[in-house]
C-alpha cells in the first residue's frame, strides 16, 4: 500500500513538472513573434510622432520663445524668467527641445541673430540643411506673416500640410495665447504686464541630426527605448497559460491516481496568496516588454528560469485557493485566513478591550525596553557593527529615493533588487573566498603541513590568523617532543633488550647444565647463578616498565632533597667489585660539602649505577675514569670521561641503517641510501684532508733537508702541541662567532 501511494505521488509531480514545463517551453517560442510585433509598433509610433502637430507645434512655440528672449531686446532676460516662473512644464519642454536641436536666427539682411550650440548650429546654412534627417525654415515678414518650408525629412509632404494647418490659429489655442509675463523693471515695487510679440523680419534654421531626432522622438512619445510593456498579444497569451496552469491545479486532485494538493506547502494563507497573485500579475504585465528588449526577442536561461518561476508561484497560487473545495467556504475562511486563525484572540481583545490592552502595553513596553537595552549594548568600534550599520543607513536611504518616485516605484525596487543581489553576492563570494582560504589553511595543518602561511587579508577572518599560528607552534612543539620521545623510548628499549639477552641466556645455559650435573656442590652453584641472573631479569623488567611509564606519561617522581655527592659515593662503593674486576682506577674531583637538589633518589641512583656500568663493560682496562661533579650558576653538573677499549670505527652504511630504524635524519637528506652516501662522502673528506695533513708532516722534513741541509723533524710531542694549538685556535674563533650553552640533567 505504500509502495502504491509513493509511485501515485511521484506521478503526481511528474505531471506538476510538465505542467509547469509546457507553457514555460511555450511563452519562449513567441519570444521572437512578439519582439518583432514590437519593433513595429514602435516603427509606426516613430513615424506618427514626427508628423503629429504636437512635435511639430514645438517648433512654432520656440520662434515665438526664441524672438521674445533674443539678447538685446528689452526686458528679455526678465521675460525668459518670468517665464520659467510661471509655466516651468511648458518651458521645460522647450528646453528639452533646444537640447536636441540645431537652429540659426537670423535677421531681415541675413545677419546672425543667435546661434545653437548643440552640435554644429554655428554653421548651419539653407543649403546644408538637406545634411540631416530634419531640416525647416520657419520665416516671418515685416508684418509677422509665417512661412515653412521642409527641406529635409522622410515625411516632408506629411509634414507640411500640417504646419500649414498650424500657421494662423496655432497660437490661439497655445498656451503661449494667454500666458501673462509680469515685470518688474527697478527695485521699485511698479510692475510691468508684457505680453509676447509675433516674430517679424526672422528666419529661423532648425535641423536635427538623425541620432538627435530618434533620441527626442524616444523621448518625447515612446519612453524608454527597451520599453517595459509587451504587445497584447504576449499579455493574452501569459494569462492564457496561467489560466491553464490555475485550472490543472484544482483538477489534477479530482483524479485518484495524483495524490497531491494536501501538502504543507498548499496551506498558504489567504491574504498571502491573493498579495502574490497581485504581485505576479503586476510584475509581468509591466515588466514582460523588458524580457523581449533584453536579447531583441533571443530568449536565454535567465528567461527560462523567470517563466518556470511564474508557472510554479501560478500552481502554487492555485493549490492553495483549491483547499475552499474539501473545506467549504466556513472552514476555508477559519482555517486558510490569518483573521480566521486568530480569531479567537481578537475575539478576546475585543470583549476584554481593557485588560488585554493592559497586557499588550506591558509587552510593548517590555519589547521595547529589550530593543533600548540592545542598542545600548552595541559596540560601534568593532568592525562587523560598522559593516552592518552601513548596509542599514544605505538601504534605507535608498528605499527612500524609491519611495519618492511615484510612477516608477516598481521598476526602481526592481532595479534596486537586481543592484543589491549582485552586492551581496560580491561580498558572499568574498566571504566565501576568505572561508575557503582559511579552510584550506586548516587543512594543510591537518595533514601535517606546519609551514603553512596566510598572508592575505581575511576580513572578518582575521582573528584566527593568530590562533592558526599558536596551533602551527604548539604542533610543532608538540611533535618535536613526540619525536624525542619517540627516539629516546626506541634507545631505552633497544639497550634493555639487549640487556636482557644476557642474563636470559646465561639462565637458559645453567639451566640445562642443571638437568645433566649430578654433583650437588656444582648444582648449589648453578642455582645461586640462576638467582642472581633472575635478579638482574627482575631489575631489566622493570626497566621496561618504567619506559612504558615514561611513555603514557605516567610516571611519578618523589622529590626530595639530595645530597648528588653521597649519593654518587654510595653508588661507587656499591660497585667497587665491578670497577676492581674491570681494574679501573676512578679519579674523583667532587667537594666535600654537600650538594642538594630537589630529585628523586631510586631514580638518580639507578642513573649513576647505568653510567658506572657501562664505563665499567666499555672501557679499557688499566685506564683511568675520570669523575668531575661541580656546580654552574642554578645547575649541579656530574661528568664521566673515558677511554672506550673498542675500536671506534664509522660505518655509513650501519649509521645510515640505525638512523632508519630510530626515525632520525640529517635535514635535507632522505633516508636509506641518500643518507648513506651523504655519510661516506663526509667520511672521505675527512679521510683525504687528515692524509693531507699526514703527507705535509711527512714530506716537509725531508724537503727541508734536500733543500737546505737541514734537519728538520716533528716528534710525537710536537706534534701533540701543534695539534693542540691548531684545535685550541679553532675553538676560540668558534666561540666568538657562536655561543653555545649545554644544560645538565639536574637542576638545583
Request: charged letters at 25%; glycine letters at 6%.
Amino acid at each position: 500500500m505504500d509502495t502504491k501511494l509513493k509511485n501515485r505521488h511521484k506521478l503526481a509531480i511528474f505531471f506538476i513538472m510538465i505542467t509547469i514545463l509546457v507553457p514555460s517551453l511555450a511563452m519562449m517560442t513567441g519570444y521572437f513573434g512578439w519582439y518583432q510585433m514590437k519593433t513595429e509598433t514602435k516603427t509606426k509610433a516613430f513615424k506618427n510622432a514626427e508628423k503629429s502637430s504636437d512635435f511639430l507645434g514645438h517648433f512654432l512655440e520656440s520662434t515665438y520663445l526664441l524672438y521674445n528672449t533674443e539678447s538685446g531686446r528689452k526686458y528679455a532676460d526678465d521675460v525668459e524668467k518670468s517665464l520659467y516662473d510661471s509655466y516651468n512644464a511648458e518651458m521645460s519642454e522647450y528646453s528639452h527641445l533646444n537640447s536636441y536641436l540645431d537652429y540659426r536666427v537670423l535677421d531681415e539682411n541675413g545677419g546672425d541673430v543667435e546661434k545653437s550650440t548643440v552640435s554644429s548650429g554655428k554653421n548651419l546654412t539653407e543649403s546644408n540643411l538637406k545634411n540631416y534627417a530634419l531640416g525647416m525654415i520657419i520665416s516671418y515678414d515685416a508684418n509677422g506673416k509665417p512661412s515653412v518650408n521642409i527641406k529635409k525629412s522622410d515625411y516632408a509632404k506629411e509634414q507640411t500640410v500640417t504646419m500649414r494647418k498650424l500657421i494662423g490659429n496655432y497660437f490661439q489655442d497655445s498656451w503661449l495665447s494667454h500666458c501673462e509675463v509680469t515685470i518688474y523693471p527697478d527695485t521699485d515695487e511698479d510692475y510691468e504686464e508684457v505680453t509676447l510679440q509675433t516674430p517679424k523680419n526672422r528666419t529661423y534654421l532648425f535641423a536635427m541630426s538623425t541620432e538627435n531626432l530618434k533620441e527626442y522622438i524616444n523621448d518625447y512619445k515612446i519612453g524608454n527605448p527597451d520599453s517595459y510593456y509587451a504587445p497584447d498579444e504576449m499579455n493574452h497569451t501569459i494569462l492564457l497559460w496561467m489560466l491553464v496552469v490555475a485550472a490543472a491545479a484544482w483538477l489534477y486532485p479530482c483524479f485518484k491516481t495524483f495524490q497531491t494538493g494536501n501538502e504543507k506547502i498548499f496551506h498558504a494563507p489567504l491574504e498571502v496568496t491573493v498579495i502574490a497573485a497581485f504581485v505576479l500579475i503586476e510584475v509581468l504585465m509591466n515588466q514582460s516588454g523588458a524580457l523581449l528588449s533584453r536579447k531583441k526577442g533571443y530568449p536565454d536561461f535567465l528567461d527560462w528560469m523567470v517563466w518556470l518561476g511564474t508557472f510554479a508561484a501560478t500552481y502554487w497560487i492555485a493549490a492553495s485557493l483549491r483547499r475552499v473545495i474539501p473545506l467549504g467556504i466556513k472552514g476555508y475562511l477559519k482555517q486558510q485566513t490569518m483573521v480566521g486563525r486568530h480569531w479567537k484572540k481578537i475575539k478576546t481583545i475585543g470583549s476584554n478591550g481593557e485588560d488585554t490592552a493592559k497586557s499588550l502595553g506591558k509587552r510593548f513596553k517590555a519589547f521595547v525596553a529589550k530593543v533600548w537595552k540592545s542598542l545600548q549594548e552595541v559596540d560601534l568600534t568593532d568592525k562587523s557593527n560598522k559593516i552592518l550599520l552601513r548596509i542599514v543607513i544605505c538601504n534605507f536611504a535608498v528605499l527612500f529615493l524609491v519611495c519618492l518616485f511615484w510612477d516608477y516605484r516598481m521598476q526602481a525596487l526592481v532595479i534596486y533588487s537586481i543592484i543589491l543581489f549582485f552586492i551581496l553576492r560580491k561580498y558572499y563570494k568574498d566571504i566565501k573566498r576568505k572561508y575557503a582560504r582559511l579552510l584550506e589553511a586548516t587543512g594543510e595543518l591537518a595533514k601535517g603541513n606546519m609551514n603553512v602561511e596566510i598572508k592575505e587579508d581575511l576580513g572578518m577572518f582575521n582573528p584566527f590568523k593568530p590562533e592558526i599560528e599558536k596551533i602551527q607552534e604548539g604542533y610543532k612543539k608538540a611533535v618535536e617532543e613526540e619525536i624525542k620521545s619517540q627516539r629516546m623510548k626506541t634507545e631505552l628499549i633497544t639497550n634493555v633488550s639487549h640487556d636482557l639477552k644476557t642474563p636470559l641466556t646465561a639462565i637458559i645455559t645453567y639451566v640445562n647444565l642443571l638437568k645433566d650435573e649430578k654433583d650437588e656442590e656444582k648444582k648449589k652453584e648453578y642455582v645461586d647463578v640462576l638467582e642472581r641472573k633472575s635478579m638482574r631479569l627482575k631489575v631489566l623488567i622493570e626497566d621496561l616498565f618504567d619506559i612504558s611509564k615514561a611513555s603514557s606519561k605516567n610516571v611519578t617522581l618523589n622529590l626530595t632533597d639530595i645530597d648528588v655527592v653521597n649519593l654518587f659515593k654510595q653508588v661507587k662503593l656499591e660497585l667497587d667489585e665491578k670497577i676492581e674486576k674491570a681494574d679501573l682506577e676512578f679519579k674523583c674531583n667532587y667537594p666535600e660539602e654537600k650538594m642538594t637538589a630537589v630529585l628523586d633518589g631510586q631514580k638518580t641512583y639507578r642513573i649513576f649505577e647505568n653510567l658506572i656500568v657501562n664505563v665499567t663493560k666499555y672501557a679499557m682496562p688499566h685506564t683511568r675514569v675520570f669523575v668531575d661533579i661541580f656546580r654552574e650558576e642554578n645547575e649541579i653538573v656530574v661528568q664521566m670521561k673515558n677511554v672506550s677499549k673498542d675500536e671506534l670505527t664509522f660505518n655509513p652504511q650501519e649509521i645510515a641503517m640505525n638512523m632508519k630504524k630510530q626515525g632520525g635524519f640529517i635535514p635535507g637528506i632522505r633516508p636509506g641510501k641518500p643518507t648513506t652516501d651523504y655519510l661516506t662522502k663526509i667520511l672521505n673528506s675527512i679521510i683525504l684532508l687528515g692524509a693531507i695533513g699526514l703527507s705535509f708532516v711527512a714530506v716537509v722534513p725531508i724537503f727541508f733537508s734536500g733543500a737546505f741541509g737541514a734537519n728538520v723533524s716533528f716528534g710525537g710531542t710536537s706534534l701533540i702541541i701543534i695539534v693542540g694549538v691548531v684545535l685550541e685556535t679553532l675553538k676560540q674563533v668558534e666561540s666568538q662567532m657562536l655561543v653555545r650553552h649545554y644544560r645538565g640533567f639536574i637542576s638545583e
